[in-house]
């Protein structure tokens, strides 16, 4: 259907028919949970166009918006991530929540210490990054009397590692190929682990 001035109104049907649209849509399904930044550098895209596409592609339902204080990513609408899959995609774009996940993952149990030691950082910063892991879901604190241990939910789990059936879950899907992300690089956790792992305690009972 062409408006006026010749203009052809954009619609779920033909939307991906622009090819920059098409570019950017392809780029959002290689790596879901992209921001604008991202997709500027992958797609060389400059800002204003950027903007302006992403807008008709939300406008058409042909991709989803994920909105944190300071960042919008975005998502194929397809279905594949449930809103729990796209946090847990938002954090593993992060640096240190993508760390934390994979110690966790490892070695259950650690200590907001232990976390500290770890990735370098101070105390205080682990529990900032884990009050909002915590609040979503994510990790889940306990304590044995003495101090508070942390463990990825059971949510967190069955997402993050490959069940008995064999799925493909967030880190092996097809649509985020090997090293897409940070989490899939566990080289410098897994050395750090190794180090930490002999001196973390067992909790009774877990």
Known sequence: MLLFGGYRRVSRKNVLGHATRSTLYREIVRRPGSDAATLAEATGTNE???????????????IITFVRPGV??????????SPFEQVLIHYILNDTPCAILQFLSHCPGMTRQELANALDISGPSVSRQMEGLIADGVVENRSDGRSNHYFLTKDACRALKRPADGEPTILQHPALPGGAYP??????????????APSLPRIPGV
């Open 183 to 196: 989490c899939h690089r566990e080289d410098t956790a897994r050395e750090a682990i190794a180090v930490q």
């Open 72 to 81: 919008v990513r975005y998502f194929p609408n397809q279905g594949r991530y």
């Open 48 to 62: 204003n166009t950027l903007r302006y596409h992403l807008m008709k592609l939300v406008e058409t339902g042909t």
